[in-house]
């Protein structure tokens, strides 16, 4: 695994996200609160043992893979997934105007569980707002749309839970929240990339409109301890 992000948890428990981590130089995991991501520096049987034994609880974790492997058998693996993995080569027009964005904050966090459980943009639980950036769109005191920020392998910076409430589709809020992430990313000299499900073409095809290209199909295990 070459590429930063061919293994991109891995990198980011080791570098941008080195603060949250847990574990030690073979295995790494984030807090059960914050996210369910876990890393290892190779993927070998060993290793997955190792990092089996060294998460002090049990829960559902997600392990990100470059290709298709083979899971030990003391893991159960709950569900598989492809993903395109995408990184941001477009500009930012010169006149975007991220004015209606709004910070949120741990008095929003239920609002944005609430959002995340009825659009399923991927894991996000009660401390996954420390990852930072979220920012927000409201209808009124509703929050109807949002993103921030999730793995940081340096020097990339992964934009997650893009979402959008149902009854607020179509009226291009993804594309700002995605270009307010993608502009500071960039400020900070980082690279935007994301995550998406193969088969979503709507959301692939919005991302490819702003900038967005394609790296690689990668493999997302959630596995149960």
């Known amino acids: 695994m070459e590429h930063v992000l061919d293994n991109p948890a891995w990198n980011a428990l080791n570098t941008g996200n080195k603060i949250f981590a847990g574990g030690n130089d073979i295995a790494k995991y984030f807090p059960k609160e914050v996210s369910p991501f876990v890393g290892i520096p190779e993927i ?81 639980i009660e401390r996954t707002i420390e990852f930072g950036h979220y920012r927000g769109i409201f209808d009124s005191d509703k929050l109807v749309a949002m993103a921030g920020q999730r793995l940081n392998p340096t020097p990339y910076a992964e934009i997650s839970a893009v979402c959008t409430h149902p009854n607020y589709l179509g009226r291009g809020y993804a594309g700002k929240l995605l270009l307010n992430q993608a502009q500071r990313i960039k400020a900070a000299s980082e690279i935007p990339f994301l995550h998406v499900k193969s088969e979503n073409e709507r959301a692939i095809n919005v991302y490819e409109k702003l900038g967005f290209v394609t790296r690689k199909e990668m493999s997302f295990y959630v596995l149960r301890k």
């Open 44 to 124: 070998s049987a060993e290793n997955f043992n190792l990092l089996y034994n060294i998460i002090p609880f049990e829960s559902r974790f997600i392990f990100i893979a470059p290709h298709d492997i083979v899971i030990p058998e003391q893991w159960e693996i709950v569900h598989y997934l492809k993903c395109l993995q995408m990184v941001f080569e477009g500009e930012v027009p010169a006149d975007f105007t991220d004015e209606e964005l709004l910070p949120l904050t741990e008095q929003h966090v239920p609002q944005m569980l609430e959002l995340t459980q009825l659009t399923n943009p991927g894991p996000f």
